[in-house]
């Protein structure tokens, strides 16, 4: 199993090129099961949660193919892969599979809307809370699906003649149940709308590209999505939007060592709630034509007090990142994490480092210290395990990371993005 081992204490300073987003490559890869059509894909991110995916499209007959490399492409450019699913040969997505990617239960929609039947297993909790898909169920059942559990696995059926057009009102925000919607109302028959619906930017982007092939969707990037459904979608060419989350995580980091780096082809507007906070912590933070500027230099790191919340709010996904650059603030800072009820696992990792946290509850209150020093700890899950490198990176001596492959499902080129700026960071491979 690989290790990763950084010598902390060194600036960033430099450039690091922004990923294709792991959050809408992996529902845009599953609206190609919508269509008999070539779905293109650009931008697309080299990471485990993709290559898994790829298998189980696969398996429902999904043809998958990646372009070489042009002369001249930056070997960390996004590829460009294409997805035909001509024929859905199954419409079972089994446990060994989707217990490894909670995303993958989203094949659930496509297959449904266009085949009328799909048994998809049950995705399970995980490292950060039970996350039942209760939201995802009931959307689907507004459209019409007949939905059984049985042995682990979601049965669902739609009635003759197809889904239909629903108005269906969430009484939470879910990305995932929203996606899911989306999806299945792409080809159900008349107009559904989705009140409460989730704003991320990778829905908005998903939605973008259903449109290129062919559905009629209003309300893009707001919390009500009007979708006509149609008879058959098309294929399409889409872009994969820029990663927020890794622009964050890399923002933090930053502010956390100190220096300046440029976020090559980052969108500021998608992670406007985490710029802020940065901008209060006492990190210079600028548009650039680009990307995003993020620098500091020598002045001390500010608490805050922030609560995780859907977008535009704080994302969850960049909460353990914060925390760890708040380890060394100038003060007592608080962070309430409102969206998973487990989502702490790098609390006691980070105190090996030297971390003075207390947790109550939803709420963790972050004591600055003066020095992190070193050490071997675990990651749990990807965000926390960067959160350990964002924090070995401030510490004083070498921290190694044991259980990387977390960071290898939502990160490409971690190490080498870092270390081309300065980071004292290999990756320790065993075998
Ligand atoms: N929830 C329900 N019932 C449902 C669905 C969700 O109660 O049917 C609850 C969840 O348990 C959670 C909250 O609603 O407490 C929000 O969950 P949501 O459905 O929005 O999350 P998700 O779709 O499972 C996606 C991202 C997560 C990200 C969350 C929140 C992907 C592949 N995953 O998960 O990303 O944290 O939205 O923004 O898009 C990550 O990338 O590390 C990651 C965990």
């Avoid at 450039?15 to 059509?37: E, F, H, Q, R, V």
């Amino acid at each position: 199993m690989d290790r990763i081992r950084i010598v902390g204490g060194k600036q960033l300073n430099g450039i690091i090129p922004i990923s294709g987003a792991k959050n809408a490559a992996l529902p845009l890869m599953i609206a190609s099961l919508l269509t008999k059509d070539t779905l293109t894909l650009e931008n697309l991110p080299r990471l485990a949660d993709v290559a898994m995916l790829v298998r189980i499209l696969g398996n429902h007959g999904v043809d998958y193919m990646v372009d070489g490399r042009r002369p001249g492409e930056a070997p960390n450019s996004g590829r460009t892969v294409h997805l035909t699913a001509k024929e859905i040969v199954d419409t079972t997505a089994p446990y060994e599979l989707v217990s490894k990617m909670r995303a993958s239960f989203w094949v659930i929609a496509p297959l449904l809307a266009r085949m009328g039947v799909a048994k998809v297993s049950l995705p399970g909790g995980c490292a950060i809370g039970t996350r039942p898909v209760d939201l995802h169920l009931q959307g689907l059942k507004e459209l019409g699906a007949e939905i059984e559990i049985e042995g682990g696995y979601v049965l669902a059926k739609a009635p003759k003649g197809g889904l239909h057009g629903a108005h269906i009102v969430f009484p939470k925000v879910s990305v995932g149940a929203t996606h899911n919607v989306l999806l299945a109302a792409a080809l159900a028959k008349g107009e559904t709308v989705i009140e409460n619906a989730a704003r991320e930017p990778e829905i908005g982007d998903v939605a973008d590209c259903l449109v290129k092939m062919g559905a009629k969707i209003d309300g893009i990037g707001t919390s009500v999505l009007r979708i006509q459904g149609r008879d058959r979608l098309e294929g399409a060419v889409h872009t994969v939007l820029p990663d927020r989350i890794e622009t964050g995580t890399f923002a933090f980091a930053v502010a956390a060592t100190g220096g300046d780096v440029t976020l090559d082809g980052a969108k500021a507007v998608h992670l406007k709630n985490a710029l802020d906070v940065l901008a209060q912590t006492g990190a210079k933070v600028e548009e650039v034509a680009n990307g995003i500027r993020v620098y500091r230099n020598g002045g001390a790191i500010e608490p805050v007090s922030v609560e995780t919340q859907p977008f535009p709010g704080f994302p969850t996904d960049l909460q353990a990142q914060l925390m760890a650059l708040l380890t060394r603030a100038a003060g007592t800072s608080v962070i309430r994490e409102t969206i998973f009820e487990n989502r702490f696992m790098h609390v006691q990792e980070l105190a090996r480092l030297g971390a003075d946290i207390h947790l109550h509850g939803d709420t963790a209150t972050i004591k600055g210290v003066k020095v992190l020093k070193g050490a071997p700890v675990m990651a749990t899950d990807l965000r926390a395990s960067v959160s350990l490198v964002i924090a070995g990176l401030m510490a004083e001596g070498v921290t190694t990371i044991n259980r990387v492959y977390h960071l290898d499902r939502g990160f490409e080129q971690l190490e080498q993005k870092l270390s081309r700026c300065g980071a004292g960071i290999e990756r320790i491979s065993t075998g």
